[in-house]
C-alpha cells in the first residue's frame, strides 16, 4: 500500500503524534505506516508486523497501544535476508530472530506510557531504517507521579 505525504501528515496528525507534548515528546520515524493493536476479551494486546521484501523497515513502523499491559507480537519476515527485532520489556529485552520468510512471536509486558524503540541487531539493519516504535498513551499511575504542581500543556 503506497500513501502519499499528506496522507501520511494526515496520519500522523489523528494519531496525536504530529508534535511534541501530544501521545509522544516530538516526530516519530519519517516514513512507514500506523497500526494499531487488537484487544482480546482479557485485555491482551495484539498486532502483526511485516519486514516486505526488499524493503528495510518494519511494517508498520509505529504501533499505537491505547494503554500499558501485556502485547503478543508477531513478526513476518518476507524479506530474502535474515532480521531480527530486539524489543522492549519489563525487565529484560525480548530477541526474535527471524531467517528469511519466517515468523516469531514475541509476548511482552510494557506497564508505562511513553515510547518505546525497537530495531534490528543484525548486521547494519538499524543503521539503514529497520526501527519500529511502540507508543502507548494514556496517563502515569498516581504512585508515579511526581510530587509538583501540575505543568501547562498545550
Known amino acids: 500500500m503506497t500513501t502519499t505525504q499528506s ?4 496520519e500522523y496528525a489523528a494519531a496525536g503524534l504530529d508534535g511534541q507534548n501530544r501521545t509522544a515528546l516530538g516526530r516519530l520515524l519519517g516514513t512507514g505506516r500506523i497500526g494499531y493493536v487488537e484487544e482480546d476479551a482479557d485485555g491482551t494486546m495484539r498486532a502483526d508486523i511485516r519486514i516486505p521484501e526488499d524493503y528495510l ?4 513502523g509505529i504501533l499505537i497501544l491505547p494503554h500499558g499491559g501485556n502485547l503478543v507480537l508477531t513478526f513476518y519476515n ?3 535476508n535474515t532480521h531480527c527485532a ?8 525480548k530477541f526474535i530472530w527471524l ?9 511482552l509486558t510494557l506497564d508505562g506510557p511513553g515510547t518505546y524503540w525497537y530495531g534490528s541487531a543484525s548486521g547494519n539493519d538499524e543503521g539503514r531504517g529497520l526501527t519500529g516504535a511502540i507508543v502507548i498513551g494514556g496517563e502515569v499511575p ?4 511526581l510530587d509538583r504542581p501540575a505543568q501547562p500543556r498545550p
Open 99 to 107: 531467517v528469511n520468510h519466517a515468523k516469531g512471536t514475541a509476548s
Open 78 to 80: 518476507d524479506d530474502k
Open 7 to 10: 496522507e501520511r501528515e494526515a
Open 86 to 93: 530486539v524489543l522492549p520489556n519489563n525487565g529484560d529485552p
Open 142 to 145: 498516581d504512585s508515579a507521579k
Open 57 to 60: 523497515c518494519y511494517d508498520p
